[in-house]
Structure formats: structure tokens, C-alpha cells
């Protein structure tokens, strides 16, 4: 039978598994999960006969090797920064590999020595980056084949609570690694291109510079935008385009809440708190504030922010129960941040019956025989319960099917690459609108950011 290593079997890889097991007879596959910790994993593979588990250490790398030698093709789902090590040895080996993260330098460094041995390492083959870019490219390329001149292209995507799942004033929990919303946006400012002008927009302003995205059926968004809109201007051929913006999705109203956290100083995580594990959450939210005699952490909190007690914004952290004297940090020499994800946790994690939501929009605006035209592109997935989420899902399904594709030869292009071909995006794309995973294209007048045409 022909060998898939799994290495990793973390929340992202449960729709994976599902998916290769489900074909695993009339594929003739047998999958091996390699993971530190064989819990999930057992779990997932449900007694299987065409599976088995691993212990598998990363960092040994006897252990490792053993394993990707003795498979016919390898995915990672490991965190990002350990799959340079797993990618080196299937240089060695002469073995694929397919990742759903983003393309690091150390990565893109063993292009060469792939394609000397006509190995396929694909990438970004998840939901965003992965998704994003398939459906991106879909359109675009059928634009460019009618004729037609990119001039805007705005791409946004959140993962998100499910309607009937949200439950809290926020309108969001947490359907990802926790760490990464908190610490968003940080880093160099925002930069994009708006009607031909580059743009930045600094940290301490990104949650107050949002935009409305209307989904049909599931109503009212905001998204402020990625750090880096411009990482694949020139992957996408879109080098003379007047618009190109990246960004992030969330129900409206979060953004305004969270820039309060932002501008108290609650998201650095480049230093620590000392007696931090002592601290109480009010004491946590007291140390940004004026020291004063009368007022309480409340009231300060309010005036130092101007924000009026008959404001839904205060109700919101109200929710969160930041005030609590009782409850109490716990944690040793933490940063800011990694406090205020500890508050979060207490309130944003999924539930049992809790489902989530992954939604994406994009917008192209182009000119053809001297018009100019638009079309935005929609999808919402949803997940079906705690271990079988939307994220799963759309991140799973598209490694999975890549894979099964470049062991049956469908995939043969060499390289370290990304998913914007045809060769790869076709089929996927079409594949996954099996699994309800499918854009909603429409034509909408093209506004740009002139709308007045002034």
C-alpha cells in the first residue's frame, strides 16, 4: 500500500485524516500519524485498518528519518518553524511534502535542490494562505483570459463563532490558536495600495481604520487590515494594479472594543510583569491606569478611555469579568499579552455544542474594451462540532486532496511552491465544493475608492 505520513495531529488534522481514511481502500493508502502525544491521534484514526499511530519526536531525528523514509510522501502539520528539519530530510530521501503554512525563507532556500530531484514541496495549501489564494487566482486568471486589466483586488477572510453559537457581546470566540489573535497586527505598520498611493497604517491605529463587508445570509462584517497586503503582489501578477488590500475579518463592533486593549498597552508581549501570579484580574487591568485615592479601577477605566457608562462598548468588558478581584492571574513573570489571552480563554474558548464559522470575501475590479467592472466572491463554511470545525475543515481538505494528487501524478510541477496554478487550483477548488466548500460570485458596480467619481 502506498504510505501518507501525517506528522502531527493537532486540531487542524481532523478533516485531514478523515478525508485519506475515507479513501484510503480505493486509493490503496495506509496513513501513519506521527505525533509526540498518540491520544489524538488514536482518536482520530478510530481503529482503522489502513492506519496506524507513531510516536514521533521531531527533535529526534532518528526517529524522524526512519519515518519519512520509509513513507511515499510527507505532510507536516507541525507549527510552522519546525518543518525545515522534516523538508531537509525529504530532500534526502527523494520524498514529497506538502505544508498548509506560509512559505519561510528557509523553506524557499531548498527550491533548487527539489527540483534537482523532481520533488513537489507544496505550501500554503490550507485555508488562508491556501483558499485564498486557489479562489483568488481562479478569478483572476479567468479575467485576464477574457481580456481584462486588474485594477483592485481586496482579500479578507475571519475565523469566526457560528450564528447560532454567538452568544457573547463580542460576537467572537476563540476557533484558533488564542495567542495569535491577541498579539495581531503587531510588528511593522499595516501597508497597502489605494488608488496607486501606498498606504501604512500603524499599529496603535489598525483597529480604528476598518471597512463594512456585507456576506448574503449572514449579514455585517468589519475588517482592518493585514500587515503585509503586498507579500504576493508580484505571485499574483499584479504589479501595476491601483488597489491591492489584505485583510481580516470580525463582526462590527470588535475592533472599536479591542483598540481598547490595544491603546491601554494589554497586547505587548515584549516584556513581563513582575509578581504577575499574585495579581488579580482587576489588579492586571489597575496597573495601566491612573493611581488615584477615590476613583475606582471602573470609573478610571472609563475616563481614561471616554467611554460612557451607557455605552455597549462598556458592556463588553463587563462580559469579560476583567474587574474580577476573586479571580486571579496565576501566571509567573507573564507578558501583558499573554495575561490578557489567559482573561480571554476564561470567556472566548468554543463549548461542546459550540460550532464555528470561517468566512471569505474577495473583491476584483478590473477594466475590459474601456469599462470598469467588479465581482466579489463569497464563502462561508461551517464546522459541524468541536473536533470537526470549519478551520478543520478548510484547512485539512486542501492538504489532503493536494497530496492525494501529487502521489497520483495530477501534481507534478518540482519546487517549493504555492497553490496559484492552474494545475493545482482547478481541481481542488472543484473538489471541495463537494464538501460545501464553494464561492458565490457576483458582478456589483465598480466603485473603487472614488465612488463620487470627483
Avoid at 21 to 32: D, F, Q, T, V
Avoid at 134 to 144: E, G, H, L, T
Avoid at 248 to 273: E, H, K, P
Avoid at 297 to 323: G, M, P
Amino acid at each position: 500500500m502506498r504510505k501518507i505520513l501525517v506528522i502531527g495531529s493537532g486540531k487542524s488534522s481532523s478533516y485531514l485524516i478523515k478525508y485519506l481514511l475515507e479513501k484510503s481502500e480505493s486509493e490503496n493508502l495506509h496513513i501513519i500519524i506521527g505525533d509526540i502525544n498518540l491520544q489524538n491521534a488514536n482518536k482520530l484514526i478510530n481503529n482503522h485498518e489502513h492506519a496506524h499511530a507513531i510516536n514521533l519526536d521531531v527533535f529526534d531525528k532518528q526517529s524522524r528519518q526512519s519515518a519519512i523514509e520509509n513513507a511515499d510522501i510527507v505532510i507536516s502539520m507541525l507549527p510552522a518553524r519546525y518543518h525545515i528539519e522534516v523538508a531537509k530530510d525529504c530532500i534526502t530521501y527523494g520524498k514529497n511534502m506538502v505544508t498548509a503554512s506560509y512559505v519561510s525563507k528557509e523553506m524557499e532556500d531548498l527550491d533548487q535542490a527539489a527540483k534537482n530531484k523532481g520533488l513537489v514541496f507544496m505550501n500554503e495549501i490550507g485555508v488562508d494562505p491556501g483558499i485564498d489564494h486557489m479562489s483568488a487566482m481562479k478569478v483572476i486568471d479567468s479575467i485576464r483570459a477574457k481580456g481584462g486589466k486588474m485594477v483592485l483586488f481586496e482579500s479578507f477572510a475571519g475565523g469566526l463563532v457560528a450564528p447560532e453559537s454567538d452568544n457573547n457581546l463580542w460576537n467572537y470566540k476563540f476557533t484558533w490558536n488564542p495567542r495569535n489573535v491577541v498579539v495581531a497586527g503587531q510588528g511593522s505598520a499595516a501597508k497597502f495600495i489605494q488608488e496607486g498611493n501606498y498606504k501604512y497604517i500603524p499599529y496603535h491605529r489598525l483597529f480604528r481604520r476598518t471597512e463594512f463587508l456585507d456576506v448574503d445570509g449572514y449579514g455585517r462584517f468589519e475588517a482592518y487590515a493585514n500587515r503585509d497586503s503586498l507579500k504576493y503582489q508580484s505571485v499574483y501578477g499584479l504589479d501595476h494594479i491601483k488597489t491591492l488590500y489584505r485583510g481580516t475579518m470580525r463582526r462590527v463592533g470588535f475592533s472599536r472594543a479591542w483598540n481598547v486593549f490595544v491603546q491601554l498597552g494589554m497586547t505587548d508581549d515584549s516584556y513581563t510583569i513582575d509578581d504577575s501570579e499574585n495579581m488579580s484580574y482587576r489588579d492586571f487591568v489597575n496597573a495601566f491606569l491612573p493611581y488615584s485615592t477615590t476613583d475606582s479601577v471602573e470609573l478610571k477605566f472609563r475616563l481614561s478611555l471616554k467611554i460612557d457608562q451607557d455605552d455597549i462598548i462598556w458592556e463588553k468588558f463587563e462580559e469579560l469579568d476583567i474587574f474580577n478581584r476573586n479571580k486571579m492571574v496565576g501566571l509567573k513573570k507573564a507578558t501583558p499579552a499573554e495575561i490578557l489571552q489567559k482573561i480571554l480563554m476564561d470567556s472566548w474558548m468554543l463549548h461542546d455544542h459550540d460550532k464555528d464559522m470561517l468566512v471569505m470575501y474577495h473583491k476584483f475590479g478590473y477594466e475590459l474594451e474601456g469599462k470598469m467592472h467588479q465581482i466579489d466572491s463569497t464563502m462561508v463554511a461551517l464546522g459541524e462540532d468541536m473536533t470537526y470545525t470549519a478551520m478543520a475543515k478548510t484547512v485539512g481538505l486542501p492538504v489532503a486532496m493536494a497530496t492525494l494528487a501529487i502521489l497520483n501524478g495530477k501534481i507534478v510541477t518540482p519546487g517549493v511552491q504555492i497553490p496559484i496554478t492552474k494545475e493545482v487550483y482547478g481541481p481542488i477548488l472543484s473538489e471541495l465544493e463537494a464538501f460545501d466548500i464553494k464561492f458565490t460570485e457576483k458582478e456589483v458596480p465598480y466603485l473603487g475608492y472614488n465612488p463620487l467619481n470627483v
